[in-house]
């Protein structure tokens, strides 16, 4: 069964940085591509960050691109995300999911339950 | 904005069909697969569509999607207090190189 488990949210002032973290169990995440997704109080998803199933290849929404860093560590089957220089308007609950299917079919298949990013001062 | 256009709301009574509606354009929908998400207060989101209209096992058949052209469609028949929820249609953008979602449809059983 698979299982994805997010950490690392919390409380943070403007301009700092966090890195959170999503360790995946059931799966292997070199098989998959590997996502992250956020919703922000009162809004809809928004999809944020992919690292490719080959490690090879990231990709980033464009209200994110210079200041959000997707990685994984393939020995202990995780996957980061380093958010640097940090917004209010960051402010989210922040999903890591697993992708199936080639990139004009790729859909998320499982979900973690998510943490929950506060920037404020 | 999204780039894919969905109602913010829809509702119908137990028992009844309802029809979520998700548009985009040529470099989203009209040339890549359509997914569909529940998202239930307080917890993560659940695939019930994926590739325009297969469900994943699990997913009871009163849910099915399509696609024509640039659009895609959610049909829920028979509706059950339990679906209330917001609902998302999610594709790839070839033009953007990223992931999109729609909007979000909060559908109420009333």
């Known amino acids: 069964q698979v299982q994805l488990v997010e950490s690392g949210g919390g409380v943070v002032q403007p301009g700092r940085s966090l890195r959170l973290s999503c360790a995946a169990s059931g799966l292997n995440i070199r098989t998959r591509g590997m996502h992250w997704v956020r919703q922000a109080p009162g809004k809809g998803l928004e999809w944020v960050a992919c690292t490719s199933s080959d490690g090879q290849t990231t990709y980033y929404a464009d209200s994110v691109k210079g200041r959000f860093t997707i990685s994984r560590n393939t020995f202990r089957n995780t996957v980061n995300l380093q958010i640097d220089s940090l917004r209010p308007e960051d402010t989210a609950v922040y999903y890591c999911?697993?992708?199936?299917?080639?990139?004009?079919?790729?859909?998320?298949?499982?979900w973690g339950q998510g943490t929950l990013v506060t920037v404020s001062s | 904005q999204s780039l894919l256009t969905q109602p913010p709301s829809v509702s119908a009574a137990p028992g009844q069909n309802v029809t979520i509606s998700c548009s985009g354009s040529t470099s989203n929908i009209g040339n890549n697969s359509v997914s569909w998400y529940q998202l239930l207060p307080g917890t993560a989101p659940q695939v019930l569509i994926y590739g325009n209209n297969n469900r994943p096992s699990g997913v009871p058949d009163r849910f099915s999607g399509s696609k024509s052209g640039t659009s895609s469609t959610l049909d829920i028949t028979g509706l059950q207090a339990g679906d209330e929820a917001d609902y998302y249609c999610q594709t790839w953008d070839t033009s953007r190189s990223a992931w999109v979602f729609g909007g979000g449809t909060k559908l109420t059983v009333l």
């Open positions: 999911a697993s992708g199936r299917g080639g990139l004009g079919d790729e859909y998320f298949n499982a």
